[in-house]
Nanobody, 125 residues
């Protein structure tokens, strides 16, 4: 059974940092796309950042609103993917979800087979 478990969320003030971690079990994601999505109250879930193996090397993608502030990284030996979030803003407040694909690639749609349960990130002004 494949499971994705997020950790590291919490309440911080604007300008501070948080690091989210997603631990995968049940299969290796070393050749698969993995991503972080978020869902704010009253809004649709949106792609935040993703990373994937490809034949030409690892690729990453970021939502424009988080470029330069967030960094996604993966440790294939540990089967984890982290999201380092710096200079947090109140508009980053959301439930953050880890997602994994069966294949490589990091679509911005919800074309991911496995999802974590989500973890709350709250940024106060």
């Amino acid at each position: 059974q494949v499971q994705l478990v997020e950790s590291g969320g919490g309440l911080v003030q604007a300008g501070e940092s948080l690091r989210l971690s997603c631990a995968a079990s049940g299969r290796s994601f070393s050749k698969s796309g993995m991503a972080w999505f978020r869902q704010a109250p009253g809004k649709e879930r949106e792609f935040v950042a993703g990373t994937s193996w490809t034949w030409t090397g690892t690729i990453t993608d970021y939502l424009d609103a988080v470029k330069g502030r967030f960094n996604i990284s993966r440790d294939d030996a540990k089967n984890t993917v982290d999201l380092q979030m710096n200079s947090l803003k109140p508009e980053d407040t959301a439930v953050y979800f880890c997602a994994g694909r069966l294949q490589s690639g990091i679509p911005r749609s919800e074309d991911y087979r496995w999802w974590g349960q989500g973890i709350q990130v709250t940024v106060s002004a």
